[in-house]
């Protein structure tokens, strides 16, 4: 029996959860000490971190460094309208604080780097990730590894999710034991891009949640799988019971450590291709942004410059939607599979690409000074959704 008390109010607040078999007040006092990270205020955040508040975890970091969007709203039910503008990190914090006003929260409006992994996250007991690229993923695992912490991890897109927790229990398996080496980038489409049912993420946030409470209060049961959701399969839920950690992992394998410091580790370049689009929100991805311009660049661009050319590369059916007076359309998949038979290398003209949000006009950059374009090849940071924030607000989103 514990010898704790609570405030006199928490046995009200939190009794239907304390009368539960396994739970009692040990279970609360447990849950009061606890300190849990939720890097991603974002789909996956906010319904973990709502849960992880209202059951009375004593204190919540909050990371990151993003702003509230009205596309948000669909699925990151922490943020409102009134928010919109405002760092999710502190938008959520807002929210929590209406939910249980004696939760600690810490609000911190910078991504994780490499740089600032391991001091931002080193106070806390359980790390979550609740973000949407593989940088950040492996970045977490490493950081969870050297830490001795849990890892619960959360990924959804489209109509299915998965969870996981890394580094648990006896000889539990790191993410890069599992996933040794990146997806490739054109097969890991970003939530923007292939879209998610807001709710997926509601069920594997809480999750999450969920599994990080069982953790905490001594109710997990320390074994590794891997839970895979699928809304429209019928059962919709499968496990998979997962090995112990490689021995060859080279992050936490029995071999020693072969991954290089975490603070020196790019990990954008080691996952390829497809980068997060940092850059348009302050974050400087090395080696990129000589070939880089700005939304407000490239209008002053357009507007000097009678040799340019610009060249859209999504999709027809989204270049149908909208799209830029005088820019022409060349679908990625078609320009990447012959560059210079769509466009000719001519080293007079200056040559800009630019598509949804930033990404893929990176891969046609790079596609085309890879088949001998030379002269200026660059590419629109944040793509149209930029030119619509920073040049023309009536320019559609979508
Ligand atoms: N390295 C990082 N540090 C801090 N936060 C991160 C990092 N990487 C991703 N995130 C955050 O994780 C969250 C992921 O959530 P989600 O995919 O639902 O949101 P989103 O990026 O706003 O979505 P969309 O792709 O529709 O714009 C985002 O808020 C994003 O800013």
Redo the contacts with the bound molecule.
Sequence with gaps: MSTGRLPLEDYQRYGRQMILDGFGLEGQLKLQKASVAV???????CPALQYLAAAGVGKLGI????VV?L??LQ??ILHTQERIGIP?AVSAAEAIKQINSRVEVVPITS???PTNALDLLEPYDIILD????AP?RYLLSDTAVQLGKPLVSGAAQKYDGQLCIYNYGENGPCYRCLFPKPTAPELAG???EVGILGVV?GIIGNLQALETIKIITGLHEGKASLLIFSALSTPPFRSIKLRSKRPTCPACGVEGQKVGRISETDYVAFCGGDR?DWVSKGMVVEGRTEYRITAKEMRHVLQSSPTTRLIDVRPPVEYGICHLPNSINVPLNELVADPTSFVKIDEELETYFVCRLGNDSQLAVDALRSAGGKGIIKDVVGGLRAWSKDVDPDFPVY
Excluded: F, Y
């Design positions: 890097v991603g205020a974002g789909g996956l955040g990371i990151d460094h993003d969007e596309s948000n699925r990151q999710k991504a994780l780097l609740c973000t949407d690229n950040t970003s939530c923007a993420t997060p």
